[in-house]
């Protein structure tokens, strides 16, 4: 009688073992700093704001403190008594990342404001963050928040002054940039530029998804385990890349429709100030009807002229005017007819 070889998924501790050595390197699970002492982790690490954050009770003793987190995979344990922190409890909670390497010290947020509408104006106010991510994310956008534009509003009695830009927009904009970023390109980490007229957020590492497609499909990261923390502290959208909300907010505030723009070796996204569809590029209007068309169609809905007339702020008695954004927008293949046959049944993306 034969021997019965025994399969290796029969042992589930040596097979998980296993598929963790065939995985591919994993930048956050990487090491920020080796073998440190705990008192070395408990000043670098910010282990107050990683409990209030994920609303924990603080442990009343440093073991304990020390297993929660490593339990999130922010340290590791090594021999002696000694630590490693790892890439992701650096990234996310460091006190000072000038404290760890170069490499990643430069991820710090980059936050830069200029007078007016270039680069070639002066430079108002400069930020360079020392905080981890989540350590300091709302700092960061309280500061931002700060130095945004005011419009003033004229209601029945008073005036309020509203910010250029929507809050919520920006603070998932800022929290996409932080995630989606390509840990591995070196020298580089998010940059935060605000004009007069607009704000731009820059991340290094070109997107996985097409811009075209970023707010309808599931967004893919590169670093996974910072998505979920963060989005376990609710610093961003728990499902999708929470664009929809940020294209919707920005239709309900009738504003251009930002810009998301792949390069070589980054993103940015531009997020534009108050507009009048006459002061609106053809691109810009272009680039509106077809995300307008996009979040109808995830709303279930068809576009049509009437919806883009609304969403442009068009006059009905100039809805011609809609009419031709639509033509020019279809001729660009971003939109098509929902019925070929009544073709005023409305419009979807090119991809419905």
Same mark, same amino acid.
């Given at each position: 009688?034969?021997?019965?070889?025994?399969?290796?998924?029969?042992?589930?501790?040596?097979?998980?073992?296993?598929?963790?050595?065939?995985?591919?390197?994993?930048?956050?699970?990487?090491?920020?700093?080796?073998?440190?002492?705990?008192?070395?982790?408990?000043?670098?690490?910010?282990?107050?704001?990683?409990?209030?954050?994920?609303?924990?009770?603080?442990?009343?003793?440093?073991?304990?403190?020390?297993?929660?987190?490593?339990?999130?995979?922010? =340290?590791?344990?090594?021999?002696?008594?000694?630590?490693?922190?790892?890439?992701?409890?650096?990234?996310?909670?460091?006190? $000072?990342?000038?404290?760890?390497?170069?490499?990643?010290?430069?991820?710090?947020?980059?936050?830069?404001?200029?007078?007016?509408? $270039?680069?070639?104006?002066?430079?108002?106010?400069?930020?360079?963050?020392?905080?981890?991510?989540?350590?300091?994310?709302?700092?960061?956008?309280?500061?931002?928040?700060?130095?945004?534009?005011?419009?003033?509003?004229?209601?029945?009695?008073?005036?309020?002054?509203?910010?250029?830009?929507?809050?919520?927009?920006?603070?998932?904009?800022?929290?996409?940039?932080?995630?989606?970023?390509?840990?591995?390109?070196?020298?580089?980490?998010?940059? =935060?530029?605000?004009?007069?007229?607009?704000?731009? =957020?820059?991340?290094?590492?070109?997107?996985?998804? $097409?811009?075209?497609?970023?707010?309808?499909?599931?967004?893919?990261?590169?670093?996974?385990?910072?998505?979920?923390?963060?989005?376990?502290?609710?610093?961003?959208?728990?499902?999708?890349?929470?664009?929809?909300?940020?294209?919707?907010?920005?239709?309900?505030?009738?504003?251009?429709?930002?810009?998301?723009?792949?390069?070589? $070796?980054?993103?940015?996204?531009?997020?534009?100030?108050?507009?009048?569809?006459?002061?609106?590029?053809?691109?810009?209007?272009?680039?509106?009807?077809?995300?307008?068309?996009?979040?109808?169609?995830?709303?279930?809905?068809?576009?049509?002229?009437?919806?883009?007339?609304?969403?442009?702020?068009?006059?009905?008695?100039?809805?011609?005017?809609?009419?031709?954004? =639509?033509?020019?927008?279809?001729?660009?293949?971003?939109?098509?007819?929902?019925?070929?046959?009544?073709?005023?049944?409305?419009?979807?993306?090119?991809?419905?």
């Amino acid at each position: 009688m034969g021997l019965i070889t025994p399969k290796l998924t029969d042992d589930q501790q040596r097979y998980q073992a296993l598929i963790e050595k065939m995985r591919p390197y994993t930048w956050e699970h990487g090491n920020a700093k080796t073998y440190v002492t705990s008192d070395t982790v408990l000043s670098e690490i910010d282990y107050a704001a990683y409990f209030a954050l994920t609303k924990q009770p603080l442990p009343d003793n440093r073991q304990h403190i020390l297993e929660k987190l490593e339990a999130d995979r922010l =340290i590791k344990k090594d021999v002696g008594d000694r630590w490693n922190i790892l890439n992701l409890g650096a990234i996310l909670f460091a006190t $000072d990342m000038t404290l760890f390497d170069g490499s990643l010290a430069r991820k710090a947020v980059r936050f830069v404001k200029y007078e007016g509408a $270039d680069r070639t104006t002066t430079v108002t106010h400069r930020q360079d963050g020392k905080k981890g991510y989540a350590a300091g994310f709302e700092g960061l956008l309280s500061y931002i928040n700060g130095l945004l534009p005011q419009n003033e509003l004229i209601g029945q009695a008073l005036r309020e002054a509203h910010p250029l830009f929507p809050q919520l927009s920006v603070r998932e904009l800022v929290a996409n940039a932080l995630i989606h970023q390509d840990m591995t390109i070196t020298g580089a980490g998010p940059l =935060i530029e605000l004009f007069s007229d607009r704000l731009e =957020i820059t991340n290094p590492g070109c997107p996985l998804v $097409d811009t075209d497609r970023m707010i309808d499909l599931p967004p893919r990261s590169r670093n996974e385990a910072i998505a979920s923390l963060m989005r376990r502290m609710g610093m961003c959208e728990e499902q999708g890349s929470g664009l929809d909300k940020v294209f919707g907010e920005v239709e309900m505030s009738q504003l251009p429709a930002p810009l998301l723009k792949a390069n070589a $070796d980054s993103m940015q996204v531009v997020l534009y100030g108050p507009r009048t569809f006459a002061d609106m590029t053809a691109e810009e209007r272009i680039r509106a009807c077809y995300f307008h068309a996009v979040l109808k169609s995830m709303a279930g809905e068809r576009m049509r002229n009437a919806t883009l007339c609304e969403r442009l702020g068009i006059d009905q008695r100039n809805a011609a005017q809609a009419t031709t954004v =639509i033509r020019k927008t279809m001729d660009a293949d971003l939109i098509k007819y929902a019925d070929e046959e009544h073709p005023r049944a409305g419009y979807y993306p090119w991809w419905h």
